[in-house]
């Protein structure tokens, strides 16, 4: 499973439920690579989306304790829950979108993160954890640096050397 995440310099990803900054670049890399895979985020996170509705062309599942009925998405009521439902698919093709919180509970089981890191602090109120300051996390891969009206940004692919299996 892998995370996908843009990250500013103090690893913020999001203030009042929004993205801190939307890059083109890193718009179509998400699209990428989630179209025809698993998504799987929480409550805000999926508010967040447009119009609020599940992402097209991908299996989309919530975290939530709300009773939620909408077309293409799948609900689930815990960690539990949703460990048990991600076992029908292939871990390959499983995204976690966020948001913070369901970062945080998922990450022990993340096999990568894939990290958007924007060199700018961007005043975000939602954190992703520092994978730098982590010893079971190493950078495996690493783009050259872009540029988008002045903000220098990269993508990085962590890999978790010490995977909680479910």
């Known amino acids: 499973m892998l995370d996908l995440v843009a990250v500013d310099n103090k690893w913020g990803i999001g203030k009042n439920n929004d993205l801190l900054i939307r890059i083109p670049k890193d718009t179509k890399f998400f699209k990428e690579v989630t179209v025809g895979n698993i998504v799987f985020m929480g409550k805000n996170t999926l508010d967040s989306l447009p119009r609020g509705k599940p992402l097209k062309n991908r299996v989309n599942i919530v975290l939530t304790s709300k009773e939620i009925e909408m077309d293409n998405l799948i609900v689930v009521h815990s960690v539990e829950e949703l460990l048990k439902e991600l076992k029908k698919y ?45 010893d079971n996390w ?18 990085l692919k962590y890999k978790n050397n010490n995977v909680k299996k479910f």
Do not use: C, R, W
């Open 138 to 155: 190493e950078v495996v891969a690493e783009s050259p640096e872009h540029e988008y009206k002045g903000i220098k940004y990269k993508f």
């Open 90 to 134: 292939d871990t390959e093709k499983i995204y976690n979108i966020g948001g913070g919180k369901i970062f945080e509970q998922m990450l022990d089981y993340m096999d990568y993160s894939l990290v958007t890191k924007i060199e700018k602090d961007l005043d975000a109120d939602t954190f992703y954890p520092n994978l730098d300051e982590m």
